[in-house]
């Protein structure tokens, strides 16, 4: 069975080796019909720390790596612009 690939955007880097991975989607709500955001948390391996806040980053399943930890990551597709301060 082939592994599924998604795309989504790193939120939080504070962890060895781990990044949490938002996977935004639309949700048709059951009773009225409007479609409403929801979102997916992944917990992803990334072996080098590679990625950082705001990076939008493909990711694959894999083994159970931990309680949390079932994705890898694949590439990087945008790396987030660094905004710097003016002095």
């Known amino acids: 069975m082939p592994k599924m690939k998604v ?3 790193v939120k939080t880097d504070k962890m060895k080796k781990t990044r949490r991975v938002e996977i935004p989607r639309l949700m048709k709500y ?7 955001k ?24 894999c083994r159970p790596m931990s309680k949390l930890k079932r994705w890898r ?3 990087i597709l ?5 905004i710097e301060p003016e002095n």
């Open 7 to 9: 795309v989504g955007v």
């Open 30 to 36: 059951p009773k009225y019909g409007k479609f409403v």
């Open 38 to 61: 929801a979102r997916t948390v992944c917990y992803v391996h990334d072996e080098n720390e590679e990625s950082s806040v705001g990076d939008t980053v493909e990711i694959e399943e």
């Open 73 to 75: 990551l694949v590439n």
């Open 78 to 82: 945008r790396k987030a612009e660094v």
